[in-house]
Each structure stands twice: as structure tokens, then as C-alpha cells.
């Protein structure tokens, strides 16, 4: 099982950016999909972005699109989502979750970060 650790998390203001990584340990990750996923306070757990093992294909929730970019260097085992213009609504907790195949999916993982705490001001 491969153990995925994410860091970059912090307070933001409203426009701001952040830059998300996830890094795994255990095994390689080349041959995972790899997705972000986020829990805002008294939510259910929403799919964000995902992208494919070699990073040909991406995904992306209506909510985030054209703002978050989710990219892979499989050489550094890591996975990252850069965040622009954030919003307030975008606060939560972001986990990352390697996929149990090589290709996109929204709601089967086989492994999960501890997540790290995104916070956008007003």
C-alpha cells in the first residue's frame, strides 16, 4: 500500500494562490491514478481534480475548473494541485487519494493522505 503525505496548505485571501503536493512513500506511484478531494466543515467529502498515471488525461469538478490544476512527476513521486483565484467556498481540508488502477476515477481509492488544511479569507 502506498502512503501519501500532503504539505502546502495555509491561509490565503480571496485571488490568492496556494500549490498543494502529495508525497508517497512504500511504492511508486507511477502506476496510480491519482486524485484531490476536499472536506469543507459540516460537508460531505467532494471531489476536486484527478489525473491519469501518466498524467495524459485530467478531471476536474465544475467548481474548480479553470482555476485548479492538478500535474504528477512520477520521477519525484508526487502530485500536485496548484490553486488559483481562491475563494472563500474553497476552504476545507484536501486529501489526496491514489486511484486502485492507472486511470481517472472520482470514488474508488485505495489509499488516502491525512490531508492538509486549506483556509481562504475574505
Known amino acids: 500500500q502506498v502512503q501519501l503525505v500532503e504539505s502546502g496548505g495555509g491561509l490565503v485571501q480571496a485571488g490568492g494562490s496556494l500549490r498543494l503536493s502529495c508525497a508517497a512513500s512504500?511504492?511508486?506511484?507511477?502506476?496510480?491514478?491519482m486524485a484531490w478531494l476536499r472536506q469543507a466543515p459540516g460537508k460531505e467529502r467532494e471531489f476536486v481534480a484527478a489525473?491519469?498515471?501518466?498524467?495524459?488525461?485530467?478531471l476536474y469538478a465544475d467548481s474548480v475548473k479553470g482555476r485548479f490544476t492538478i500535474s504528477r512527476d512520477n520521477d519525484k513521486n508526487t502530485v500536485y494541485l496548484e490553486m488559483n483565484s481562491l475563494k472563500p467556498e474553497d476552504t476545507a481540508v484536501y486529501y489526496c487519494?491514489?486511484?486502485?488502477?492507472?486511470?481517472?476515477?472520482?470514488?474508488?481509492?485505495?489509499?488516502w493522505g491525512q490531508g492538509t488544511q486549506v483556509t481562504v479569507s475574505s
Open positions: 487519494a491514489a486511484a486502485r488502477g492507472m486511470g481517472i476515477t472520482t470514488i474508488d481509492f485505495g489509499s
Open positions: 512504500g511504492r511508486t506511484l507511477t502506476y496510480y491514478g
Open positions: 489525473i491519469t498515471w501518466n498524467g495524459g488525461s485530467t
